[in-house]
């Protein structure tokens, strides 16, 4: 119930669902109003255009991978990073590069999954570009101008809402043109384009005019104790 509370976009609808919570849970709700950090993990609130994954999964992902790396010297370690995401970059990119649509999968059936929905509404033009969508529950306001929608799908995601398909397609216009050029396959393939290079073997590093002195550092009595990294967004750092 609290990550479908940080996933609304709404703050009418948080405030309502959030009353709900308090009722089933006061004791998590009380810390939460205590901690005082709605615009952190909400998107209702957050002053910012919080993206979609709203997890921590991909840290927590590469702590289980690297486990045994991360007792590593630190070239090694590096390495294995390096190795890692080299990997990845490659999955990615030659996902892009075969891909036949002009968005990346995941807006495509975003975009399809909400065409779909948008088939049920009544539209009704208010002025340029603005426009009254209704369903049977809601009323909403969309500019398709200004890429806008009251529901706040279309603001913080800059994804077309329902909403703003139904509208698109009311005035023939096609809804494509209205997603942000973040989400292109091109712009897919250039964030995993540049290669990520192993680090050199040592006797070929270039230390003709550099002296690298090691790092002093102070050992403390007793056994080494063993954390895990923490994950971004622990310890209330933010994730965006
Ligand atoms: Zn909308």
């Known amino acids: 119930m609290f990550m479908q509370l940080a996933k ?18 006061p004791d998590a709700a009380k810390f939460l109003d205590e901690s005082d950090l709605l615009d952190r993990w909400t998107r ?4 910012r255009s ?25 070239i090694a370690l590096l390495n294995s990073l390096q190795t890692l995401t080299t990997s990845w970059f490659s999955r990615y990119r030659n996902a892009s590069v075969a891909s ?17 929905i948008g088939r049920g509404y009544q539209v009704y033009e208010l002025g340029h ?17 200004s890429k806008r929608c009251t ?9 077309p ?6 509208a698109s397609y009311f005035c023939d216009v096609n809804f494509y043109s209205l997603c942000f050029e973040y989400y292109y396959v091109m712009i897919w393939y250039l964030a995993y384009s540049e290669p990520i290079y192993h680090v050199l073997n040592q006797n070929e590093w270039p230390l003709d005019d550099m002296l690298v002195l090691p790092h002093v550092i102070k050992r403390r009595r007793g056994r080494k104790k063993q954390n895990r990294f923490p994950s971004v967004g622990e310890f209330g750092r933010r994730y965006d």
């Open 161 to 166: 809402c329902s909403h703003a398909i139904a």
């Open 8 to 25: 609304i976009y709404k703050q009418t609808e948080f405030d309502l669902e959030y009353e709900k919570f308090k009722k089933i849970y």
């Open 129 to 145: 570009l603005e426009f009254d969508v209704r369903s049977a529950t809601n009323s909403d306001l969309v500019d398709l101008e």
């Open 50 to 74: 919080r993206y979609n994954i709203m997890t921590t999964n991909d840290v927590g992902s590469i702590n289980v991978r690297l486990r045994e790396e991360r007792k590593l010297p630190i």
């Open 151 to 159: 529901c706040r799908e279309f603001d913080i995601d800059k994804i």
């Open 44 to 47: 209702a609130y957050s002053p």
């Open 100 to 116: 036949i649509t002009n968005f990346t999968p995941t807006v495509e059936s975003i975009l399809c999954e909400r065409f779909n």
